[in-house]
Protein backbone atom coordinates (compact mmCIF):
# COMPACT_ATOMS: atom_id res chain seq x y z
CA UNK A 1 0.00 0.00 0.00
CA UNK A 2 1.48 3.69 -0.36
CA UNK A 3 0.98 6.27 1.63
CA UNK A 4 0.65 9.59 0.91
CA UNK A 5 -0.11 13.25 2.03
CA UNK A 6 -2.92 15.00 -0.07
CA UNK A 7 -5.37 18.47 0.31
CA UNK A 8 -9.13 16.71 1.51
CA UNK A 9 -11.94 16.73 -1.34
CA UNK A 10 -15.28 16.69 -1.03
CA UNK A 11 -15.68 13.28 -2.16
CA UNK A 12 -13.47 12.33 1.29
CA UNK A 13 -15.69 14.42 3.85
CA UNK A 14 -17.62 11.47 5.44
CA UNK A 15 -14.66 9.34 6.16
CA UNK A 16 -12.62 12.07 7.43
CA UNK A 17 -15.60 13.08 9.93
CA UNK A 18 -15.80 9.88 11.13
CA UNK A 19 -11.88 9.46 11.29
CA UNK A 20 -11.90 12.54 13.21
CA UNK A 21 -14.90 11.82 15.58
CA UNK A 22 -13.27 8.08 16.39
CA UNK A 23 -10.17 9.66 17.19
CA UNK A 24 -11.34 12.73 19.51
CA UNK A 25 -13.44 9.69 21.50
CA UNK A 26 -10.25 7.94 22.29
CA UNK A 27 -8.78 11.12 23.54
CA UNK A 28 -7.31 11.00 27.08
CA UNK A 29 -6.91 14.82 27.08
CA UNK A 30 -10.34 16.21 26.75
CA UNK A 31 -13.65 16.28 28.84
CA UNK A 32 -16.67 14.56 28.37
CA UNK A 33 -17.64 18.27 27.00
CA UNK A 34 -15.39 19.17 25.59
CA UNK A 35 -15.13 15.69 23.34
CA UNK A 36 -18.80 16.41 23.07
CA UNK A 37 -18.30 20.20 21.65
CA UNK A 38 -15.69 18.94 19.79
CA UNK A 39 -16.98 16.28 17.53
CA UNK A 40 -19.78 18.45 16.51
CA UNK A 41 -17.24 20.48 14.99
CA UNK A 42 -16.31 17.55 12.69
CA UNK A 43 -19.68 16.71 11.65
CA UNK A 44 -19.99 16.46 7.77
CA UNK A 45 -21.91 19.96 7.23
CA UNK A 46 -19.60 21.59 9.33
CA UNK A 47 -16.47 20.28 7.70
CA UNK A 48 -18.56 20.61 4.32
CA UNK A 49 -19.34 24.39 5.16
CA UNK A 50 -15.04 24.94 5.87
CA UNK A 51 -14.34 23.21 2.71
CA UNK A 52 -16.19 25.24 0.83
CA UNK A 53 -14.24 28.52 2.64
CA UNK A 54 -11.04 28.96 1.10
CA UNK A 55 -9.31 29.60 4.33
CA UNK A 56 -9.42 26.52 5.49
CA UNK A 57 -7.24 23.57 5.18
CA UNK A 58 -7.86 19.90 5.59
CA UNK A 59 -4.91 17.48 4.94
CA UNK A 60 -5.28 13.72 5.07
CA UNK A 61 -2.59 11.44 4.89
CA UNK A 62 -4.37 8.03 3.32
CA UNK A 63 -2.98 3.90 3.30
CA UNK A 64 -4.56 3.20 0.71
CA UNK A 65 -8.36 3.81 0.83
CA UNK A 66 -7.93 4.40 4.34
CA UNK A 67 -7.58 7.77 5.93
CA UNK A 68 -4.51 7.35 9.02
CA UNK A 69 -4.02 10.57 9.55
CA UNK A 70 -5.71 14.36 9.59
CA UNK A 71 -4.64 17.66 10.17
CA UNK A 72 -6.66 21.00 9.49
CA UNK A 73 -7.07 24.61 10.30
CA UNK A 74 -7.64 28.03 8.99
CA UNK A 75 -5.65 30.97 6.83
CA UNK A 76 -6.27 34.13 8.80
CA UNK A 77 -4.40 37.62 8.68
CA UNK A 78 -0.92 36.37 7.17
CA UNK A 79 -0.91 33.25 9.91
CA UNK A 80 -2.47 29.82 10.20
CA UNK A 81 -3.73 28.31 12.79
CA UNK A 82 -3.28 24.85 13.19
CA UNK A 83 -6.25 22.63 14.55
CA UNK A 84 -6.44 19.03 15.29
CA UNK A 85 -3.71 16.49 14.49
CA UNK A 86 -4.54 13.36 14.91
CA UNK A 87 -2.22 9.96 13.60
CA UNK A 88 -4.53 6.72 13.91
CA UNK A 89 -3.02 4.68 16.61
CA UNK A 90 -1.33 1.85 15.06
CA UNK A 91 0.32 4.40 12.75
CA UNK A 92 1.81 6.31 14.77
CA UNK A 93 5.14 6.73 15.77
CA UNK A 94 6.39 6.31 12.14
CA UNK A 95 7.15 10.07 11.58
CA UNK A 96 3.51 10.74 10.07
CA UNK A 97 3.06 13.94 12.33
CA UNK A 98 6.38 15.54 11.00
CA UNK A 99 5.51 14.86 7.86
CA UNK A 100 2.15 16.61 8.05
CA UNK A 101 4.18 19.68 9.34
CA UNK A 102 6.72 19.84 6.91
CA UNK A 103 4.18 19.50 3.99
CA UNK A 104 1.97 22.43 6.24
CA UNK A 105 4.75 24.58 6.67
CA UNK A 106 5.99 24.35 2.38
CA UNK A 107 2.33 25.50 1.82
CA UNK A 108 2.20 27.88 4.24
CA UNK A 109 5.51 29.93 3.09
CA UNK A 110 3.90 29.54 -0.92
CA UNK A 111 1.06 31.44 0.32
CA UNK A 112 2.82 33.77 1.95
CA UNK A 113 2.48 32.81 5.77
CA UNK A 114 4.65 34.41 8.28
CA UNK A 115 3.77 32.26 11.21
CA UNK A 116 2.02 29.01 12.32
CA UNK A 117 0.07 28.71 15.82
CA UNK A 118 -2.14 26.74 17.79
CA UNK A 119 -2.40 24.96 21.08
CA UNK A 120 -1.87 22.22 23.28
CA UNK A 121 -3.33 20.36 26.59
CA UNK A 122 -1.21 20.94 28.98
CA UNK A 123 -0.59 17.23 29.72
CA UNK A 124 -0.36 15.57 26.19
CA UNK A 125 2.84 14.94 26.10
CA UNK A 126 3.39 13.14 22.68
CA UNK A 127 2.19 16.36 21.21
CA UNK A 128 4.20 18.72 23.46
CA UNK A 129 7.55 16.80 22.37
CA UNK A 130 6.29 16.85 18.68
CA UNK A 131 6.02 20.66 18.68
CA UNK A 132 9.20 21.37 19.84
CA UNK A 133 10.53 18.81 18.05
CA UNK A 134 9.40 20.92 15.15
CA UNK A 135 9.97 23.95 16.44
CA UNK A 136 7.71 25.28 18.10
CA UNK A 137 8.00 27.59 21.16
CA UNK A 138 5.60 28.35 23.66
CA UNK A 139 3.88 31.81 23.93
CA UNK A 140 2.17 30.96 27.52
CA UNK A 141 0.17 28.78 29.06
CA UNK A 142 -3.73 29.78 29.54
CA UNK A 143 -5.64 28.63 32.82
CA UNK A 144 -9.00 27.51 32.46
CA UNK A 145 -9.35 28.46 29.06
CA UNK A 146 -11.40 25.90 26.22
CA UNK A 147 -13.78 24.11 28.32
CA UNK A 148 -12.40 25.33 31.39
CA UNK A 149 -8.96 23.12 30.75
CA UNK A 150 -5.70 24.41 30.66
CA UNK A 151 -4.01 24.74 26.83
CA UNK A 152 -0.32 25.76 25.88
CA UNK A 153 -0.48 27.92 22.98
CA UNK A 154 2.87 27.63 20.68
CA UNK A 155 4.04 29.69 17.74
CA UNK A 156 6.69 29.47 14.75
CA UNK A 157 7.54 31.78 12.60
CA UNK A 158 8.27 30.68 8.97
C1 LIG B 1 0.67 13.54 18.77
C2 LIG B 1 0.58 12.64 17.52
C3 LIG B 1 -0.10 13.42 16.42
C4 LIG B 1 2.01 12.28 17.08
O1 LIG B 1 1.93 11.58 15.84
P1 LIG B 1 3.06 10.54 15.35
O2 LIG B 1 2.89 10.32 13.90
O3 LIG B 1 3.08 9.37 16.24
O4 LIG B 1 4.38 11.39 15.59
P2 LIG B 1 5.79 11.14 14.86
O5 LIG B 1 6.02 9.69 14.65
O6 LIG B 1 5.87 12.03 13.67
O7 LIG B 1 6.78 11.60 16.02
C5 LIG B 1 7.42 12.82 16.03
C6 LIG B 1 7.80 13.22 17.44
O8 LIG B 1 6.62 13.36 18.25
C7 LIG B 1 6.92 13.01 19.60
N1 LIG B 1 6.14 11.81 19.99
C8 LIG B 1 5.34 11.08 19.20
N2 LIG B 1 4.81 10.05 19.92
C9 LIG B 1 5.30 10.15 21.16
C10 LIG B 1 5.13 9.38 22.36
N3 LIG B 1 4.33 8.31 22.39
N4 LIG B 1 5.80 9.78 23.49
C11 LIG B 1 6.59 10.88 23.47
N5 LIG B 1 6.81 11.62 22.35
C12 LIG B 1 6.17 11.26 21.23
C13 LIG B 1 8.42 12.70 19.62
O9 LIG B 1 9.11 13.91 19.83
C14 LIG B 1 8.62 12.22 18.19
O10 LIG B 1 9.98 12.27 17.80
P3 LIG B 1 10.91 10.94 18.04
O11 LIG B 1 10.24 9.84 17.26
O12 LIG B 1 12.23 11.36 17.48
O13 LIG B 1 10.90 10.68 19.50
C15 LIG B 1 -0.19 11.30 17.82
O14 LIG B 1 0.32 10.75 19.01
C16 LIG B 1 -1.69 11.45 17.94
O15 LIG B 1 -2.40 11.39 16.93
N6 LIG B 1 -2.21 11.62 19.17
C17 LIG B 1 -3.66 11.71 19.38
C18 LIG B 1 -4.26 13.00 18.88
C19 LIG B 1 -3.64 14.19 19.56
O16 LIG B 1 -3.53 14.22 20.79
N7 LIG B 1 -3.25 15.18 18.74
C20 LIG B 1 -2.61 16.39 19.21
C21 LIG B 1 -3.53 17.39 19.69
S1 LIG B 1 -4.41 18.26 18.46
Known amino acids: ?23 ISDSPYY ?8 KKRFGYNNIKKKLED ?9 DGDNIIGSFNGYFESGMFWADWLIIEK ?13 YLEKLSIKKGVHKIWFDSRTNNKQ ?6 KMGYKKITTI ?14 FL
Open 90 to 102: KYRKKGYAINFFK
Open 1 to 23: MSVSISVLKKGGISNLSKFVIRN
Open 143 to 156: KKHWYKQDFILWHK
Open 54 to 62: GDNLFLIIK
Open 31 to 38: SKVAKREE
Open 127 to 132: SISLIK
